[in-house]
């Protein structure tokens, strides 16, 4: 599952881990991701003009290739 | 370490790596030193999840055989001492190594990439103060890895870079190759560096390259640096920063 690639990398990057969760929706062959973190993390898996996140949207893209399918990660503010 | 001697445990795929690494680190002879193998590891049912080969190194025991004269027995004692202060460095090194390595193959798991990965240290860690960890990863068609651009090559790379950060409290450069990729790119960079100044020279007109990470810029400016008859510079936004070649007036 490619959600547990976003999740390891989440998980590893924030300061809280209690926050931090993957949502997974199936639209046909595209998996769309949904990452939520603590707000004082949003910088941390986004980074500097997003380059975390594009960071993980590429080996997102190499993941879900391997099975055959497309994904796209978007990280949604708290609530 | 009132004998004189000093240990260093290594972990590497097999033995003979470990050692090696070992050597590479400690920057001495395989003579200089005691290898007691701990574990001979193992290969795994799918070369992951194999266990990896521990051995130690006892080294120090250099002074008593190689003294000629007294400025040789002076200079290795010197040695000595600056390797007695790093061994307590010497463990966290190796945790970096450690960690730099489990989180590559986390995330290549993760990725469902299939590879062999090691870690060694590309400079002597006792020379350099911050040593940067090199971590190989080997396998099948791995071209998958890099991407167009090396694009995936380089998020896998930044993205290790800050979880091993992260996990060790500390800034720990890690520089990762597949296949002996950044090797060749390198080779081709500075081939491609030498023809396009040639044509700079020959057309009497600037010449833009492709779009480049900054590594490898900087690879293009170092080759071409003392060059008599052009310069270089970069021109745009990352990610499309490219190098022009000019040619001297």
Known sequence: MVKELIEYIALALVDDPSQVVVSQHQMGGRTRLELRVAREDMGRVIG??????????????VAAARERKQATLDVVEPR | MEDGKTMLEVIGPTVED??????????????AVEVEVLDPGSKG?????????RVRLTFGMIKKEAVSDTGTVQKIETEQESLSLDTLTAEEN???????????RDLLERMHVR?????????????????????????????????????????????????????LSRWVPVLIDVQGYRARRERQLRILARRMAEQAIHTGRRQVLEPMP?????????ELRDHPHVTTESIGEDPNR????????
């Open chain 2, 242 to 249: 490219k190098v022009t070649i000019v040619p001297k007036k």
């Open chain 1, 48 to 61: 500097k003009n997003g380059r975390v996140a594009n960071a993980m949207r590429v080996l997102l893209r």
């Open chain 2, 45 to 53: 049912v799918f070369g992951l999840g194999g266990r990896q080969a």
């Open chain 2, 94 to 104: 190796q945790r970096s190594l450690q960690v730099a390595s489990m989180v590559v």
């Open chain 2, 18 to 31: 470990a050692i090696e690494m070992g050597l590479d680190q400690l920057g001495l002879p395989r003579e």
């Open chain 2, 214 to 222: 900054p590594d490898e810029r900087r690879l293009i400016h170092l």
């Open chain 2, 115 to 167: 590879a062999k990965v090691s870690a060694r240290y590309l400079q002597v860690p006792d020379e350099v103060e911050q040593p940067t960890v090199l971590i190989e990863i080997q396998g099948n068609d791995l071209s998958i890895l890099i991407g167009r651009r090396s694009e995936t090559l380089n998020a896998l790379q930044y993205l290790t870079n800050l979880i091993v950060g992260k996990e």
